[in-house]
């Protein structure tokens, strides 16, 4: 029998808190009325990214609209909200994003962040990043490190911005972290070992 990881997606119930793997790639959070609701937003490439996001959002009690961004790609969006407000306070300085500094992401966050931009390699594994928060991704690379997962960033001009994780030890570790592959995403969007 296999043993979960304390950090597993697993390993503990939803919570609000996990929400922040969307933040770790392109998603957004707002702030309302001095700091009383927050709204979280992302788009993402494929409808079983937002199907399965809908679907995580749910566990954790918040409820999430499917919609379409300008550009037609699928939009998930909750509504302002005051269980929300914690979770934005963390990751916004003022209105611009930023990695909190003790943020180390756990399996429920990491699977987040799969789910929202991740996408597997011939020798790796890409979490993407938020391409207008070029302030997040150092961070992001030291908030990895902490969860045992060294990553190396990709720039846009080989596909990113995202952070790399490879190496057979690197990847059964993130494996494990994320849990296993949702209902209707294709292997190469996940991360497996082999």
């Known amino acids: 029998m296999d043993q979960l990881s304390f950090y597993s997606a697993e390993a503990r119930q939803p919570d609000v808190a996990d929400l922040a793997g969307m933040l770790c790639g392109p998603g957004q959070a707002v702030g309302f009325g001095r700091g009383t609701a927050a709204r979280l937003s992302v788009v ?3 409808e079983w990214r937002a199907r399965s996001l ?6 954790r009690g918040v409820e999430a609209e499917l919609g379409r961004s300008e550009e037609g790609r699928p939009l998930i969006r909750t509504a302002f909200r005051a269980d929300l407000t914690g979770l934005a306070a963390r990751w916004l300085r003022g209105a611009v994003k930023s990695v909190p500094p003790d943020f180390v992401p756990d399996g429920a966050a990491l699977r987040l962040w799969a789910l929202t931009a991740g996408s597997a390699e011939p020798t790796g594994y890409r979490l993407g990043l938020d391409p207008h928060a070029p302030d997040t991704h150092a961070p992001l690379v030291t908030a990895l490190r902490g969860c045992g997962l060294p990553a190396k960033p990709v720039g846009p001009r080989a596909g990113g ?7 057979r030890r690197g990847l059964a570790r993130l494996a494990e972290l994320v849990g296993p592959m949702p209902d209707g995403a294709i292997e190469r969007t996940w991360p497996l070992v082999s």
């Open 161 to 167: 911005p995202a952070l790399r994780v490879t190496g």
């Open 44 to 46: 993402v490439d494929a």
């Open 54 to 59: 809908v679907v995580a959002c749910a566990e």
